[in-house]
């Protein structure tokens, strides 16, 4: 179960890789909840951490589609932030050229 709400975002504006750290809890319905302060209105909750953890890529994506951008999200592998999980976001567009130039090197 996931559920997303809108972000508002300029879509002609250019985007630069975004960290987002990620909070989770477990609710009293026997249910994960992941939150995050700096991507607003990610909500995504599944019955199980594992689940948990597939959603959550898919739910950042869909907040930044939803606002205009097309995003590669992964997790990162650093626990900086206390009681949060890194993700970073950035934009498909740098992640295509890369693998185009790399392409060409190889």
Same mark, same amino acid.
């Given at each position: 179960?996931?559920? $997303? =709400?809108? !972000? ?5 504006? *250019? ?8 909070? #989770?809890? +477990? ?12 991507? &607003?209105?990610?909500? =995504?909750?599944?019955? *199980?951490?594992?689940? !948990?953890?597939?959603? #959550?890529? *898919?739910? #950042? ?9 097309? =995003?590669?999200?992964? &997790?990162?592998?650093?626990? *900086? ?18 693998? +185009?130039?790399?392409? !060409? $090197?190889?």
């Amino acid at each position: 179960m996931t559920r $997303i =709400v809108s !972000l508002k975002m300029n879509p002609k504006a *250019s985007m630069r890789a975004k960290l987002v750290h990620i909070k #989770i809890q +477990e609710g009293k319905a026997g249910l994960f909840y992941a939150t995050s302060q700096d991507l &607003k209105g990610l909500l =995504v909750a599944e019955p *199980s951490l594992d689940a !948990l953890e597939r959603a #959550i890529p *898919s739910a #950042i994506a869909d907040l930044y589609r939803a606002g205009g951008f097309s =995003v590669v999200v992964t &997790k990162v592998d650093d626990a *900086s932030r206390e009681g949060t999980s890194p993700w970073v976001a950035f934009p498909a567009e740098v992640a295509k050229a890369e693998l +185009e130039r790399q392409a !060409l $090197i190889a």
